[in-house]
């Protein structure tokens, strides 16, 4: 029989976020590059000033989340997003940005991000959204979201392929607001399944987040659940 007085086995910490940061405010930059030491789980990998030295830091370091000014010298972060995520798939892109609205935020969902927050927030609300979007999920003001649903819905672009019963289920309940945890445990399913159920139901409606899809799927009569 074991010893109970024998010690316990540590697991292993998880492994650090692994954030790039591309801004050109040097002080918001060293700010963030400061904060972000007291959060052992986040690991800043790179920080640079410009959407080119940002393209060069991705394809390096293949960050898990890219930190994204808005506005930068030398072009529209949001519409670098595409390039970004081309370059590193694994990488989702977070938005920073002085200003925000719904126009705005469905840009953002439109071409695959993973979101936006203003840069008037509190730090911890950047930290638990960098932890959130890590965790695969979307991240929207809720003011902001029913007007940029509303703009993907108007959209064109028809879904693909006819979604299963359990896609459908989890579509649905993606659109009520729930995140991972919810889903798997209303439908007693991994948390990893829940996540491939969320990747074929992007790649089936041809969309690059939950938030599209729900949107899509509000526009073609999909979200009644079985």
């Known amino acids: 029989m074991p010893n109970p007085n024998s010690p316990r086995p540590v697991s292993p910490a998880a492994a650090p976020i692994r954030v790039l940061l591309v801004e050109d405010h040097k002080m918001v930059a060293e700010a963030l590059g400061a904060a972000f ?7 800043l990998v790179a920080s640079v000033e410009t959407l080119a030295r940002g393209m060069a830091a991705a394809a390096e370091q293949l960050p898990d989340i890219v930190l994204l000014d808005r506005r930068l010298p030398d072009g529209d972060g949001i519409e670098a997003i595409t390039r970004l995520r081309a370059i590193s798939p694994s990488s989702r892109v977070l938005v920073l940005t002085g200003d925000a609205n719904s126009a705005i935020a469905a840009r953002i969902l439109e071409v695959g991000g993973a979101g936006l927050l203003l840069k008037s927030g509190l730090l911890d609300e950047l930290v638990t959204a960098i932890r959130t979007v890590a965790a695969g999920d979307v991240i929207i003001d809720p003011e902001l979201l029913g007007g940029a649903l509303a703009m993907l819905a108007g959209s064109s672009g028809p879904l693909g392929p006819g979604l299963t019963l359990r896609e459908r289920q989890v579509l649905g309940l993606i659109a009520e607001g729930a995140g991972t945890d919810r889903i798997a445990e209303e439908l007693r399913l ?14 089936k409606t041809g969309t690059h987040s939950k938030l599209e899809a729900v949107a899509h799927a509000r526009k073609n009569g999909l979200l009644e659940r079985p």
């Open 190 to 203: 991994a948390r990893n399944t829940v996540r491939n159920h969320v990747q074929r139901i992007l790649v």
């Open 37 to 43: 030491e007291e959060f052992p789980e986040i690991q």
